[in-house]
């Protein structure tokens, strides 16, 4: 599986961006997509993830309200719209693709749980 993701760029604050990741390759293979942030000097933290069949979603605290997650099955492509923008939230994103199975009470929160990943996109805010 090959993720791309792009959208990325500099944004004042209080602006919004769509990022998008498409996936290629043996999508089959897998259940959830995620993206996850790296901010400078920092780890890399969760943001968001969606489930391919039913399109269960779920939000990071630090974002709800404010970045929503989506899909579009046909073009094997996850979205994260970004709203409200702040210097907080300038940082390399990633997406990833999950080959674990969903089943009811899964949450796709940690990094340890995807098994590919895009090559990142700097979302830079300023203030």
């Known amino acids: 599986v090959q993720l791309q993701a792009s959208g990325g760029g500099l944004v004042q604050a209080w602006g919004s961006l769509r990022l998008s990741c498409a996936a290629s390759g043996r999508t089959f293979s897998t259940y959830a997509m995620g993206w996850f942030r790296q901010a400078p000097g920092k780890e890399r933290e969760f943001v968001a993830w969606?489930?391919?069949?039913?399109?269960?979603?779920f939000h990071a605290d630090s974002v709800k309200g404010r970045f929503a997650i989506s899909r579009d099955n046909a073009r094997n492509t996850v979205y994260m719209h970004m709203n409200s923008l702040t210097p907080e939230d300038t940082a390399v994103y990633y997406c990833?693709?999950?080959?674990?199975?969903?089943?009811?009470?899964?949450?796709?929160?940690?990094?340890?749980?995807?098994?590919?990943w895009g090559q990142g996109t700097l979302v830079t805010v300023s203030s």
């Open positions: 969606l489930e391919w069949s039913d399109g269960s979603t």
């Open positions: 990833a693709a999950s080959g674990q199975p969903y089943y009811s009470g899964t949450y796709y929160h940690k990094e340890t749980q995807y098994d590919y």
